[in-house]
């Protein structure tokens, strides 16, 4: 069962949500709360797997509770939500080591599809969307390169550059004709070596860097 616990000052926006996840057999909201403050407490007491965290709310908003709670010990993975394509605060959000943003108006199928995946974490919300996130908010000069990315091979630099474009591992495979399980290793090894939580840290990892 993967817990979840709702972040947003909207009432009505919170009951629609747990509509929708407690509907699968295999989710289950075991807490809501309406601002961050509210939610750290909340969160600390829930201990869910996957948090929906609202970014624009009183009293605290999103991103002041998401870098507490992911300050925590064994933290949750936190989705963003948010109402803007090209949000600036998501963009914080995830730099800050949020595992990813969804559209407020998402398909429910998406939405419950993303809290699976952040929960495996092994694949990236959007991808394609971080990816452009963080082209148009990209800090203007990049961060030096960490060594640990020179103790990556050439192939896992190739696997890398391709992961931080926001190709899934099914595109990555047909591309340099490999199989799926192949890139799947490529990238868990890859996400060990630069210390990375999942595919979206790779892509904010890359363009902090000077390397997407």
Do not use: C, W
Not at 60 to 71: N, S, V
């Amino acid at each position: 069962m993967i817990r979840v616990v709702l972040v947003d000052d909207q009432a009505l926006f919170r009951a629609g949500i747990r509509m929708v996840v407690d509907s699968q057999s295999d989710l289950e909201v075991v807490g809501e709360a309406a601002d961050g403050r509210e939610a750290l407490t909340v969160v600390r007491a829930a201990r869910p797997d996957v948090v929906l965290m609202d970014i624009r709310m009183p009293v605290m908003d999103g991103l002041a509770a998401t870098a507490a709670l992911l300050g925590d010990p064994d933290p949750p993975r936190v989705v963003m939500l948010t109402t803007f394509d090209l949000d600036e605060a998501a963009a914080r959000a995830i730099r800050g080591g949020a595992s990813g943003f969804l559209l407020k108006d998402a398909d429910p199928e998406f939405l419950l599809a993303a809290i699976r995946t952040v929960h495996a974490g092994s694949a990236v919300i959007a991808a394609s969307a971080t990816r452009d996130l963080f082209a148009r908010f990209a800090e203007a000069a990049p961060r030096p390169v960490p060594p640990a990315y020179g103790e990556l091979t050439e192939r896992e630099r190739e696997i890398f550059a391709l992961a931080a474009r926001g190709l899934s591992n099914a595109e990555i495979a047909a591309r340099e004709y490999l199989s799926e399980a192949t890139v799947k290793t490529h990238i868990s090894r890859i996400l060990t070596k630069l210390a990375l939580r999942d595919r979206v840290q790779l892509v904010v990892f890359a363009f902090e860097h000077g390397l997407a």
